[in-house]
Nanobody, 118 residues
Framework: QVQLVESGGGLVQAGGSLRLSCAAS????????MGWDRQAPGKQREFVAR???????NYADSVKGRFTITRGNAKNTVYLQMNSLKPEDTAVYYC????????????WGQGTQVTVSS
């Protein structure tokens, strides 16, 4: 079973950048679709980005053009580069994996807090 550990969150001013990392252990993630969800205070968890095993990425409309998801299979790691951050990006960000190949995430990390001040 894969374990996912996020890092890289923090406090940043609006317009700034952060790079989140997700280190996987327990199994190789090279064949998995991987991604990121987020949950803001008082809101439901929402999809942010996903990357296929072949490197094709798709994004939520709210982050398209600002966020970039990549994967480092050799390091069993997934990254989320976040640029032009806005206060509404404030949330706990969760790394996610589709380990069963059913098209939905079924494993998540513990999350990392991202806070964007205005």
């Amino acid at each position: 079973q894969v374990q996912l550990v996020e890092s890289g969150g923090g406090l940043v001013q609006a317009g700034g950048s952060l790079r989140l990392s997700c280190a996987a252990s327990g199994s190789s993630i090279s064949a998995y679709y991987m991604g990121w969800d987020r949950q803001a205070p008082g809101k439901q968890r929402e999809f942010v980005a996903r990357i296929t095993s072949g490197g094709f990425a798709n994004y939520a409309d709210s982050v398209k053009g600002r966020f970039t998801i990549t994967r480092g299979n050799a390091k069993n790691t997934v990254y989320l580069q976040m640029n032009s951050l806005k206060p509404e990006d404030t949330a706990v960000y969760y790394c996610a994996a589709d380990t069963r190949g059913l098209g939905n995430f079924d494993s998540w990390g513990q999350g990392t807090q991202v806070t964007v001040s205005s």
